[in-house]
Structure formats: structure tokens, C-alpha cells
């Protein structure tokens, strides 16, 4: 049987930067199939990356973006 889900609270600074449109993304960048689907990459996406192994990056779709991240202060 399948494990259920569970929500955590993230306890860590993330790392990320903007997507420039028109940028050549790295196989390094992974993107998900539905971000793929919706268009992504593409302006106001974010790319996240691993504070610990840079080489480990990811697209973050705007929406997630902006409905789950806020500048650290």
C-alpha cells in the first residue's frame, strides 16, 4: 500500500533566483511534467538549487512562487 502524504513546514532558507526568458536551462534544472505542460519555463518562474550541492536545481512555477515564498530578512 501506498504511503499517505504528510505536510512539513520547511525549516530552512531556500536559495533562488529568477528565470531570465530565453535562457538555455541546464539538464541540471529539472523541470516537472506539469510545469512542462503549463508553459514552464517562463517568466516570473524561479529556479531553486540545493544550498548544499549547487548542481542540484529545480524550476519553481510562479504561482508556487509567490503563494509560498517571501524574501528572508
Given at each position: 500500500m501506498a504511503e499517505q502524504f504528510q505536510?512539513?513546514?520547511?525549516s530552512q532558507i531556500a536559495e533562488?533566483?529568477?528565470y531570465v526568458p530565453g535562457e538555455e536551462l541546464s539538464d541540471r534544472v529539472s523541470i516537472s511534467a506539469p510545469d512542462r505542460e503549463a508553459g514552464s519555463p517562463k517568466a516570473g518562474d524561479m529556479i531553486a538549487r540545493n544550498p548544499v550541492n549547487h548542481d542540484d536545481q529545480w524550476l519553481v512555477a510562479k504561482a508556487y512562487f509567490e503563494a509560498n515564498f517571501e524574501p528572508a530578512e
Amino acid at each position: 500500500m501506498a504511503e499517505q502524504f504528510q505536510e512539513y513546514r520547511r525549516s530552512q532558507i531556500a536559495e533562488l533566483r529568477p528565470y531570465v526568458p530565453g535562457e538555455e536551462l541546464s539538464d541540471r534544472v529539472s523541470i516537472s511534467a506539469p510545469d512542462r505542460e503549463a508553459g514552464s519555463p517562463k517568466a516570473g518562474d524561479m529556479i531553486a538549487r540545493n544550498p548544499v550541492n549547487h548542481d542540484d536545481q529545480w524550476l519553481v512555477a510562479k504561482a508556487y512562487f509567490e503563494a509560498n515564498f517571501e524574501p528572508a530578512e
